[in-house]
């Protein structure tokens, strides 16, 4: 039974580009949920979608947006990268109500230059 | 806003300790909490989910408390390994989102 999956593991990308970041959620999940990661801190949340679409946004700006598709991976996209969006971006996948908890990706390392 | 707080940040034991990791969270307003390992630069493990309802989960020798009214949480680590080594981290799920603390970065000299 496959987990969760995200590609790539590594990007590196300039200030002022735009990434693209993917989820495949772990089989038998309809709910993605996207977390950004600073060094030595904990993990923050984006958004999370179902049904394709968002459902709950945490506290980042319009420049982070996403998508959900009909099998419901997930997609995360940044535009006008910053230095300061450096990160560990983490995908984790549950059942809606999350009643059996959360799986987590093993992240895309995302370095802005 | 909830806010999720552990202590300590850093703890660096001797094999065979028996290790207390605290979580507290400020609204107590939640449906569960989760505790994840998560090993440096990959992805987060989870270890213990425990429901609003309950109050507390063992897997091995992990076993994990929760006070709901009080809004704490504790992860007991009996005779500790240095394959224990790692970052630990709780999070409590309400409103559609995790909200994570800042982790305990354990580390367990042989």
């Known amino acids: 039974d496959a987990g969760v999956t995200q590609s790539p593991t590594h990007l590196i990308k300039t200030r002022g580009q735009q990434v693209t970041l993917r989820c495949s959620p772990k089989s038998g999940h309809d709910t993605v949920s996207w977390y950004q990661q600073a060094l030595g801190q904990g993990p923050q949340f984006i958004f999370q979608?179902?049904?394709?679409?968002?459902?709950q946004r945490g506290n980042f700006p319009d420049r982070f947006s996403g998508h959900q598709f009909p099998n419901y991976s997930s997609e995360l996209n940044v535009n006008a990268l910053l230095l300061g969006d450096s990160a560990l971006y983490l995908c984790?996948?549950?059942?809606?109500?999350?009643?059996?908890?959360?799986?987590f990706g093993s992240g895309t390392r995302l370095t802005v230059v | 806003k909830q806010e999720v707080t552990q202590i300590p940040a850093a703890l660096s034991v001797p094999e065979g300790e028996n290790l207390v990791l605290n979580c507290s969270f400020t609204d107590s307003a939640i449906y569960n909490l989760q505790w994840f390992r998560q090993d440096p630069g990959k992805g987060l493990t989870s270890l213990l989910l425990i429901q609003s309802s309950q109050r507390e989960q063992t897997s091995g020798r992990l076993n994990a408390s929760l006070d709901k009214s009080s809004g704490r949480s504790t992860l007991y680590i009996a005779a500790s390994q240095p394959g224990d080594s790692a970052t630990y981290l709780c999070a409590v799920y309400a409103g559609n989102m995790l909200t994570f603390g800042g982790g305990t970065r354990l580390m367990v000299k042989p």
């Open positions: 979608y179902y049904e394709e679409e968002e459902r």
């Open positions: 984790a996948s549950s059942l809606q109500g999350n009643l059996n908890g959360y799986t």
